[in-house]
T-cell receptor, first 114, second 113 residues
Framework: ETGVTQTPRHLVMGMTNKKSLKCEQHLGHNAMYWYKQSAKKPLELMFVYSLEERVENNSVPSRFSPECPNSSHLFLHLHTLQPEDSALYLC?????????????FGEGSRLTVL | GESVGLHLPTLSVQEGDNSIINCAYSNSASDYFIWYKQESGKGPQFIIDIRSNMDKRQGQRVTVLLNKTVKHLSLQIAATQPGDSAVYFCAVSPNSGYSTLTFGKGTMLLVSP
């Protein structure tokens, strides 16, 4: 148990569906992240929120829309996805100003786009 | 930008052996280096870190070595156990104040009894 909980763990959706991934952290951290993990590729940073404000967006397609309503919750809204978006989506949290590399990851949401 | 590469996609060892996983990075100004472990079906888990002002750091059964001259990072696992079987990632972070890490692809460590 890492203190970061992601739901759902598995999601299958069609290209025209709209769904959301949810992440909740119980560690009192002030920064949250979405990463994409595809087979045989390094982890790709998608979004960073620090103190609930988006501070980094690595040019992710607009079909991915993040939302951070408070420091404990993070969402990734999905719409009109493509099959190549199938991947493991990992949420992470950290304490800005603390150990900068110590991200705490959730177990991921495995997304399959048909 | 930074690029991070691992030397081997897979490493197979016998239980009890020492394991060494290697990583190379490109940006000589990188300040912070981290190793993560990812077991099947789980998210990455922090193992050990090292800053650029150090050459070596030890944890429980793990040692990280940093060679800034050749931009090389290694993770040594002593007395490898079946429970160490996982994918190991190195990651490099600039001293930006945010946890913006560049990850390598990962080396799968397979430990046989």
């Amino acid at each position: 148990e890492t203190g970061v909980t992601q739901t759902p763990r598995h999601l299958v959706m069609g290209m025209t569906n709209k769904k959301s991934l949810k992440c909740e952290q119980h560690l009192g951290h002030n920064a949250m992240y979405w990463y994409k993990q595809s087979a045989k590729k390094p982890l790709e940073l998608m979004f960073v929120y620090s103190l609930e404000e988006r501070v980094e967006n690595n040019s992710v397609p607009s079909r991915f829309s993040p939302e951070c309503p408070n420091s404990s919750h993070l969402f990734l809204h999905l719409h009109t996805l493509q099959p190549e978006d199938s991947a493991l989506y990992l949420c992470a949290s950290s304490q800005v100003g603390g150990n900068t590399g110590e991200l705490f990851f959730g177990e991921g949401s495995r997304l399959t786009v048909l | 930008g930074e690029s991070v590469g691992l030397h081997l996609p897979t490493l197979s060892v016998q239980e009890g052996d020492n394991s060494i996983i290697n990583c190379a990075y490109s940006n000589s100004a990188s300040d912070y280096f981290i190793w993560y472990k990812q077991e099947s079906g789980k998210g990455p888990q922090f193992i050990i870190d090292i800053r650029s002002n150090m050459d070596k750091r030890q944890g429980q059964r793990v040692t990280v070595l940093l060679n800034k001259t050749v931009k090389h990072l290694s993770l040594q696992i002593a007395a490898t156990q079946p429970g160490d079987s996982a994918v190991y990632f190195c990651a490099v972070s600039p001293n930006s104040g945010y946890s913006t890490l560049t990850f390598g692809k990962g080396t799968m460590l397979l430990v046989s009894p």
